[in-house]
């Protein structure tokens, strides 16, 4: 690669002639300092083979999932252990929200926290059958639901409430599909009663009480789903975030947990609408910050606009100040607050791939960004051209 003095960036829009000698069409392996010089990008070195997919958390951990599903964490010492087997479904969304770290991908969930790794979601439980047999429950109406409870302790939804009318005499036999690796819990309610209270957990499928049973806490979980399947994830406070890509309605839904319960989605009421396809989803300034292929967008609450052009998929992460740098349809931009940090158009016209990540050498931090796809035919380089363009970010 020839270096050019007074370099200024990649433009691969304006026609060629057009360009002056400090222009350049293409940086391979290469970095843009403070100063401008272009310098080789540093080599690397193999420690992981058959790796089908890997995360990097924000205090320089390193998850990897090798092409055999085995889910291994490197310290920043290099010292490695296996955390799980049978991590299916990779590749992967990741984030983080306090010590946990959540994975999704097409098929499967997971949260891996520091003691344990399991999967994100409890399912919710069905309706259960009820019937009669003898016993000595007051005469009256009684509610009963069914909760799932993971062996970690997490707690599913449930889809609603059976009732039965007992006469002096009877007893009440609660009955609901077992669900394998979860505990299935009764809660009844008072004779005439409008609340379901913890009464006991099922086995072999169902309980039978003959007495009043002991009532413990009462069921908050009612129409409480599991997270939903989503192509992007992000912590926003002491929530997750899923968001949904809806083709059909040309937009995508972000639905959020319950507060301090990742596990738990409200997706009848607790979402927000955005137009276009998500992109970017990522949380920093106390603010969720959303890209589509269209807009980039800050919820605080409220959802408002801080561009009228889209965000790159995957080029999220953030510099040492907390701050979102991500790659966008008009270059390199940071969040809070917003700023482009290029003036160029530095992107394919069609994109089938991109990734970034921040990248700290020598003393200066630069936004890597890695974009593949068709470049316009009126450039001289080929139709089908991997790109990579690197921001000095100055932090």
Known sequence: MDLIAGFKGINNRTDPTALGMEWQLVANNALCDNARYLVKRPGYAEFATSVADAFGTRDGRLFVVSSTGVLSEIDVDGA?????????????????????????SETTAWCIYPDRVATWGVPMADIPTLSTTAGDLESGTYLVACALFAQDGRMGGSLGVASIDLTAGQGLVVTSPEVAGYDTVAYVSAPDGDIVYRAGTLSGGSITFALPPVEGPDLR??????????????AHGNRMCVAVWEPEH???????????KPHLFDIE???????????LLAQAGGALVIGTDRLIAAYGPPLQQIAGYGALQDTVDWDKEGRLVFGTDRGTCRFPPFENLTEAALTPDTRSYSTG??????????HLTVMRGGIRQRSPLAPYTPLAVVIDTGV
């Open 221 to 234: 979980t009612f129409d409480l789903y599991p997270p939903p399947q989503g192509s992007m994830i992000a």
């Open 269 to 279: 009421t607790d979402l927000q609408l955005v137009a276009g396809r998500i992109t």
């Open 357 to 366: 990540a921040i990248l700290h050498h020598q003393g200066t931090s630069y």
């Open 250 to 260: 040309d937009r995508s839904v972000i639905y959020w947990s319950k507060p301090d």
């Open 80 to 104: 490695s252990r296996t955390r799980a087997t049978g991590f299916s479904g990779a590749p992967f969304k990741w984030a983080e929200l306090g010590p946990a770290i959540f994975a999704m």
